[in-house]
């Protein structure tokens, strides 16, 4: 059974900036299914990205893997042989609970769970790369460098999907979709005070930004396809391929 997340119910009277520590960690599976809307249907669907670009005798990385549910569901779902996944987390609580959910249960492909900051990992022979609401976390002026490395890192026809809570240009249509996201929360039981709070707390570590900019930065990358796959709200996700 889920950890139910009553984290910031109460008031807090020194607000801190957001930590993947060991207390989110401990309720961060019903955290997110309550928070980020589609999450659940993103998941699954990286399963079934994978059964279609996973390659024989290649390599899966899922950067910022938290429990690893995105690990789970592309190794469910790989259909070919010689491949392992590397998951990684530089939150320590994160990958003692990742490593300990993950091992209990055998599959053909091997999961290696590291704790690294995803900045410092090389990426080689890799046919699939997930940034599942991660690269929000890494400071923009490193997302660059990132995605660089993720490209050079893809075989050719290898796939990043990169799902991320996103801002909007046109700033009437931001508000509309930030106020529904607040609205979706308060369906799932968060009150007004922990949605205040929760925001307050990410405001100096998650920083968004809009597609627009997302695949400009991919294209500068490297990635000459780009689009975007799933969308709900103020999150979406985007595939980018590399081709020849
Ligand atoms: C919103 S969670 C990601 C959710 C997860 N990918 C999933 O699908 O359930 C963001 C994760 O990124 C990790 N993270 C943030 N910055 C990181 C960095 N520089 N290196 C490694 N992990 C990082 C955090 O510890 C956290 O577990």
Known sequence: MLNYDTLFSDYIDKISDWTFDAHVT??????????????SNIIA????????FVQPDSQVYD???SLGAATKSIRRNIKVTG?????????????????????????????????ADI???????????VLNFTLQFIKPIDRLRLLTQVYSGLKTLGILVLSEKISFED???GELLFKMHHDFKR????????????????????????IETHKARLKQAGFKHVE???QCFNFSSLIAQKQV
């Open 119 to 129: 900045l410092d990992v090389p990426i080689e022979n890799a046919s699939m790369v």
């Open 187 to 210: 369906a799932n039981n968060y009150s007004t005070l922990e949605i205040s709070q929760k925001h307050s707390m990410l405001k100096h570590v998650m920083f968004t930004e809009s």
């Open 171 to 173: 700033t009437n249509i």
């Open 83 to 115: 491949c392992n996944i590397i998951a990684i987390d530089n939150s320590p609580p994160m990958v003692k609970c990742c490593h300990n959910s993950l091992n209990s249960s055998q599959t053909s492909t091997p999961v290696k769970v590291i704790e």
């Open 26 to 39: 401990k309720v961060f599976s019903e955290m997110i299914q309550r928070s980020v809307p589609g999450y």
């Open 45 to 52: 669907m990286l399963g079934m990205l994978a059964q279609r």
């Open 63 to 65: 950067l910022g893997c």
């Open 228 to 230: 975007t796959w799933f």
